[in-house]
């Protein structure tokens, strides 16, 4: 072999390493989101009253615990992206949500309502919310998964169901723009079901694209 050819070709194997994972996820979010931002825009836009929300701060919890999911998922997809992760030392990021849920959902029981508890549970935005989410979530989802094909993820099927986590938390961020079911416990009960919707897609879709 032309030792100078070799040489040649190794230099240029060199010159295009694999683009790290964090920036393919980066970039593959951003390409996927005008989809979902689209469907938000076209289907159900931002609640006429949200200037008057913005003064409630169940309206604002919503956004915290939705971020707080999206933003775990982020870390800890990231970090599943590694050959021979696991969740050890990073799965705690994901209670984080569930904290800031739990602390909204004690806060309410604490102060006078209008609406029994079942009421505010069932609210008048479910089935909206199990469909809009999962949607929306759907070109997000694929976008990490493209973006995380770049890693080699030794739990496929996991790593993809974080990928679902996330993808439903950026989701459930615009959804909850839209939501006029502002009770800690609406969120707790559908949020989590339209959640667990897309982290099963993820899962399942994860265990065949994410094999290295």
């Not at 003064?55 to 999911?69: E, G, I, M, Q, S």
């Not at 949500?97 to 309410?108: D, H, K, N, Q, R």
Request: glycine share 8%; charged share 10%; net charge positive.
């Amino acid at each position: 072999m032309d030792t100078d050819r070799l040489i040649r070709t190794l230099a240029a194997d060199n010159a295009h390493r694999a683009r790290p994972v964090g920036f393919a996820l980066m970039l593959a979010l951003l390409a996927a989101a005008p989809v979902s931002l689209l469907m938000f825009f076209t289907e159900l836009g931002v609640r006429p009253d949200v200037m008057v929300a913005m003064r409630n701060p169940f309206f604002d919890l919503k956004f915290a615990v939705t971020l707080a999911l999206a933003i775990a998922a982020i870390a800890v997809s990231l970090h599943l992206s590694r050959p021979e992760a696991s969740l050890r030392g990073f799965g705690w990021l994901l209670l984080a949500p569930v904290g800031i849920l739990a602390a909204a959902i004690g806060g309410e029981m604490m102060m006078p309502q209008r609406l029994p508890m079942m009421t505010r549970m069932v609210g008048k935005n479910s089935s909206t919310c199990l469909v809009a989410i999962p949607l929306m979530s759907l070109p997000l989802l694929a976008g990490a998964l493209l973006g995380l094909r770049h890693g080699a993820p030794s739990r496929p099927a996991v790593a993809g169901a974080i990928a679902g986590l996330l993808s439903a938390g950026l989701a459930a961020t615009l959804y909850a723009s839209h939501c006029t079911d502002d009770s800690p416990l609406f969120v707790a009960a559908w949020y989590s079901i339209a959640t667990a919707l897309v982290t099963a897609i993820g899962a399942l879709a994860g265990a065949k694209l994410l094999k290295y």
